[in-house]
């Protein structure tokens, strides 16, 4: 990877490779989520790639990345520990099939950027208007989706009360209803003028190219604004539990353990096998003993945040089966604490943790998102995860499970 | 083994049929770490009789992806567990006409190879593990009941084809599955699980001749009865689609209604090569009339009958073809109507975006080429034996020299008023 300064606190990174046909570049920015300011970045990811001043038009800016050969230009927020970040990012194949079209997309996503519809002082009322109205329906219609749904109930639920993360990184609802078009351009200058700025770009490009056309960009300098620390870390507080009631056919039932590993950190790859063996895999103890030998859940799985300092395990059950698939989800937990699994188990977890990370060397959009967590985390040391991997111990998994710290479990049920 | 070269993507591609009758295709590609394999049989839900030879019997709603689920499991082993004891991801899926088992994998690649190619060669049913298999797929079901996109689908498909499999969810109902037993499974399995309807295709880090090897190698240990040749088809009740039903509605506690507009086409037929290149064509006119880049997304995006969850999309496959449209809104009824009015008015509206014929070409022609990045797309786009020696390098060929009067002859073809349906999803008060 070729790394330099564009200006202070805007920094380019670039992964030249001649495997992929296309090549994709992604400008991120991000600065400390705040309880407030997650639903303005929101809405200006979705305003700012609707038009600008030169592509006045959804449909003008369509045709222009037409004729870019479908190049696609696209936005959306997320959050790595306390970073909020407002990410764009464009897709377009390579040199050898379509001519100069790494400098014509810089320019564009530049337009995107730089030169909205606005007048200084706000968005252009319309656009802004109805990228809000659809902004605050596409959250609606999330809670359609009772999966995701019972997630985020159980994302909130653990989270402290009142704390910065209980805010999803997409603002809520209300939180978008309430925006004003003032308070969204301040976001942007703000996003703009202070935010740390990464630029990714991987494909067969040459980096004096990518620096030739991303010096055409107006980008001011800025002092950093990201603390070194950016991991979640809450106090423990006592478990805490709710139900909720809707007319479904199945119910929903989610678990949070507080988890003491975060992402890059030595202890990662154990912390990683640990949610192998416990969900994150098709022989893992969920799995296996609470789907295929009880049958009392129909999906299962477990997953880390490992920004975050916990872990999930979401369940979908049969509502009146759901004091028996705690009981048993809590004891899969218990026995993997009490190192009660099997060392080939435990070579599978292994073997399959090591497939996917070769596997995700073939993959584009993966390489830019592991670059992007260990350029905000400040994690340089390139970690041997092959052999640190291997070196993962039964004892080492057990101890780490038995960390494992019951904080939260959600219920969503179909029964009445 | 026949090879062919594509220069300008940098490219081999290797295909033969193997004397026992299964199809074989290779593309090894340079820089890559892993190695897909996919085996598809062309057996899928949309068929739903034995061969005429073995008493032509019909099956229930479900058995295909029931067979699926089930393969996995033999006497002594899981072949999930095979696969990851190799250092495999594996999976399965089944659609109308196809079902297709898979791994990916960075080590072992031959080792895996035998286990795919032996699992789904090798069934292994009792009434024990089918009984087991009937309660987890029954909860399936009522997981995808709550789901309003899937509700949607299913219900469009009962519209669109309300006499045909089609109709019927392919995971079947809690009832219908409830009739599948093992000996019905090793029948369905003997019949079309047979080499003459497989395709095995390996995409990524190979080596063709030494992988063609293996495979004749693990096929040779194997014995095969003689081939039924009796190729899958399928034909709708009625093919003249008059028993299409125009409008249904479902009201479910959603907190964002939806609504789905299909079009269902005449049947396609001719050369597989031919299907492809109206496929292409239809595809292609749909976007011209129907996406962002043209005269009418703006104005239904800016009155709020449209927002950024709208799609369109157009499938063809063996005996049925069809076009859908969907969106969430509350003004359902404009929706439909402004979708009605671009069919009906296909030719002049057509005439209107013709400039913007090449430069949304182009614009295919580069995601198409960007598709080519991933194993998985190269492989799924073309598994089956009804797509012949086709593959995703055609699908660019024939594009490149698609024309303005292949758009109009697509138009003339497909844009039919009497073959619209409607369903909606309608949010509880």
Known sequence: MVDFELVPGVNVHVLATEQFKQTKLLLNFSRLQTRNNAAARNLLANVLTTSSQLYSTQTALARHLAKLYGASVGAYVTRLG???????KATFINEQFAPNLLDAVV???????????????????????????????TLQSWDDDKHFYALRQLERLYY???????????????????????????????????????????????????????????????????PANLFHNQPAEPLKKLTEHQPL??????????????FGTADYPTALVMNGLLGGSPYSKLFVNVREKASLAYSISSSLRPFAGHLVIQAGIAAQQAPAAQQLIEAQVQALAAGDFDVATLAKVKAGLLNQYLASQDDENYLLGRALAKTLLQQPTKLDYPAALAAVTPAQVAHLAAQLEPAAVYLLSGDE | MEKRTYAEFNQSLYETTLANGLKVRLIPMVGYHKTYAMLTTDFGALDRTLPAVVGGQSLPAGLAHFLEHKLFEKADHDAFDLFGELGADSNAFTSFTQTSYLYSTTSNFRENLEVLLDFVQTPYFTAQTVA???????????????NPDSRLYMGMMGNLYPHDPLADDIAGTEES????????LYQTHAAYYRPEYLTLQV????????????????QAAKQFAAPLQEPLTFTPADPSGHDLLPYRHLTMPVLRPKVMVGLRGHLPAGTPLARLKSQVAISMMLELLFDDTGEHYQALYDQGIIDDSFSFSYESNRGFDFALFATETTQQAAFRGAIANLVENAPAELARVQTQFAMLKNATLGRLIGALDSPEAIVNRFATRETGSLTIYDEIRVLRALTWADIQQAAANFMDHDRLSVYEIDAEN
Not at chain 1, 82 to 88: I, M, Q, S
Not at chain 1, 125 to 132: A, E, F
Not at chain 2, 209 to 217: G, K, R
């Open chain 1, 82 to 88: 306390h970073a909020h970040t407002v990410r764009f």
């Open chain 1, 107 to 137: 320019q564009t996503m530049g337009e995107l950027l730089f030169y909205p519809l606005a007048d200084g002082m706000r968005f252009d009322v319309p656009t802004w208007q109805l990228q809000k109205t659809n902004l605050v329906a």
């Open chain 1, 160 to 226: 402290q009360t009142g704390s910065v993360m209980e805010v999803p990184s997409t603002g809520t609802k209300a939180q978008v209803a309430a925006l004003t078009n003032e308070a969204t351009y301040a976001a942007y200058q703000t996003m703009l003028a202070d935010d740390q700025v990464d630029i990714f770009v991987i494909g067969a490009v040459d980096p004096d190219q990518v620096a030739a056309s991303l010096q055409k960009l107006p980008f001011q300098a800025r002092p950093a604004c990201l």
């Open chain 1, 249 to 262: 056919q199945q119910a929903h039932l989610n678990l949070a353990y507080r988890q003491p590993v975060y």
């Open chain 2, 132 to 146: 087991k298999e009937i309660g987890i797929i029954s909860q399936e079901i009522k997981m995808y009941n709550d």
């Open chain 2, 177 to 184: 599955i409830k009739t599948i037993t093992p000996e019905l």
């Open chain 2, 203 to 218: 995409a990524g880090n190979l080596d063709p001749a030494e992988t063609l090897a293996w495979i004749e190698q693990n």
